[in-house]
């Protein structure tokens, strides 16, 4: 029987991973930060996990997820993705609102669902954002990706993921016709504050931030 994790264990064990992808090992003050907790509430959630195997953790040394961590981890972001799309896809929520209603559907423990979800969706191997679903045996596909703030000048490439998730970001993009799929090149760089000037297509030039730059995965063409 898969074993049932509560809503905080979850989170805990998401957070851990997306940490983990870009720190290797994860320190508390790193997660306590990610997560807007203080650092004592970390150790004791630390101490559950660890003894339930998910987790191996040194005090003052770090933390991984065990093998197991990350097939819970992966099972978590399979369904937060899955939902996404269904949300965007069938439901026609726009992107920046999915997040948030996503966050609490992930926590349906119904594998059962899930697997008709994805069958009914025809499979996705993206979310709406451009990041990659899991499969049901935790397999994830590695898109390679360029940030659009390292992307050479005059040189087409297409949007194919987006880094963040923030409501505010994919609002402001919505309205600048930024998409997965939008097809563009930077014009120019501006050394005073390294923004870039982007062409899209039927568009007038815009002015892009180094932040937003930084947030926009794109695949040259």
């Not at 990659?132 to 397999?139: E, F, M, R, Y």
Request: aromatic letters at 8%; glycine letters at 4%.
């Amino acid at each position: 029987m898969e074993p049932n994790f509560s809503i905080s264990e979850e989170n805990y064990i998401k957070s851990v991973y997306h940490l983990q992808q870009q720190e290797g090992t994860v320190s508390t003050n790193a997660l306590a930060q990610h997560l807007k907790t203080a650092p004592a509430s970390i150790t004791d959630m630390l101490k559950k996990l660890h003894a339930k195997r998910i987790v191996h953790y040194k005090p003052y040394k770090g933390f991984t997820l065990s093998k197991e961590g990350i097939r819970v981890a992966l099972n978590v972001i399979r369904k937060h993705r899955l939902w996404e799309f269904f949300l965007v896809d069938t439901l026609r929520f726009s992107w920046e609102e999915v997040h948030e209603v996503a966050e609490q559907l992930e926590h349906i423990n119904s594998i059962k669902l899930i697997d008709k979800l994805d069958a009914f969706l025809n499979y996705p191997r993206f979310d709406p954002h451009g990041d990659p679903i899991p499969d049901s045996n935790g397999k994830i596909s590695a898109g390679n990706h360029l940030k659009l703030s390292k992307l050479p000048v005059n040189k087409p490439a297409v949007v194919i993921s987006v880094a963040s998730q923030s409501a505010e970001l994919l609002e402001f993009l919505k309205n600048c016709n930024i998409k997965i799929g939008t097809r563009m090149e930077i014009k120019k760089r501006l050394g005073f504050d390294n923004s870039v000037e982007i062409k899209i297509k039927n568009r007038p030039l815009i002015n892009v931030s180094e932040q937003l730059a930084n947030a926009v995965n794109v695949k040259p063409v």
